[in-house]
């Protein structure tokens, strides 16, 4: 079993709809990281989270320490949010970081 | 602040041979991270470096080795490549402190 899991592994949603990405791990961590990665390669770092929840525009991240989990929604969806969504997770004392495997998204218009 | 910045962009070698890669991190970041990715494995820690030191390495044969200058630019070098070893290999800067990273565009390479 990986360290780290996300689901679903591709999604596919119309203009305008609400998405959510799933992200569970199963060690101890410092803190998590949502990426996004276009095609063509370049990564942007969207937030990083330790506890609770972040909103930045139309995306929001939760984390659950507890039930070691961690969701990224993106709200009213948009063609251009159409990329790979990874999450990452930094093992305590941040010497080690493991990679999801990422999430396909395309946004349909 | 210009970003984090990768050359070259694009590499083709052949097996064999070695290959250097550079990153140029984002002013004032000291820690700089090395990553590879594959369709088949993902994303993959290569190594970090931290003030010119090698601080945190990930689980890649002896071939794969890295250094930082003292401006807190760094090379990535693979000796001997393999044609398994063609991916993207992306490297990131942060503070130190916070580990929040910054990405660069990468460095496709290619090993034939």
């Known amino acids: 079993k990986n360290e780290v899991e996300q689901s679903p592994q591709n999604l596919t949603a119309q203009e305008g709809e609400f998405i959510t990405i799933n992200c569970s791990y199963s060690?101890?961590?410092?803190?998590l990281h949502w990426l996004q990665q276009h095609p063509g390669g370049g990564i942007v770092s969207l937030f990083m989270?330790?506890?609770g929840k972040k909103k930045h525009g139309r995306l929001i991240a939760t984390i659950n320490i507890q039930e070691k989990h961690s969701s990224l929604h993106i709200t009213a969806s948009h063609p251009r949010d159409s990329a790979v969504y990874i999450c990452a997770v930094y093992k305590t004392s941040y010497d080690k970081v493991i990679f999801g495997p990422g999430t396909s998204l395309s946004v349909i218009p | 602040k210009a970003g984090v910045t990768q050359t070259p962009r694009y590499l083709i070698k052949t097996r064999g041979q070695q290959v250097t890669l550079s990153c140029s991190p984002i002013s004032g970041h000291r820690s700089v991270s090395w990553y590879q990715q594959t369709p088949g494995q993902g994303l993959q820690f290569l190594f970090e470096y931290f003030s010119e030191t090698q601080r945190n390495k990930g689980n890649f044969p002896g071939r794969f080795s890295g250094r930082q200058f003292s401006n807190s630019r760094s090379e990535m070098n693979v000796s001997t490549l393999e044609l398994g070893d063609s991916a993207l290999y992306l490297c990131?800067?942060?503070?130190?402190?916070?580990?929040?990273?910054?990405f660069g565009p990468g460095t496709r390479l290619t090993v034939l």
């Open positions: 060690v101890g961590i410092s803190a």
């Open positions: 990131a800067s942060s503070l130190g402190a916070a580990p929040e990273q910054f």
């Open positions: 989270l330790s506890s």
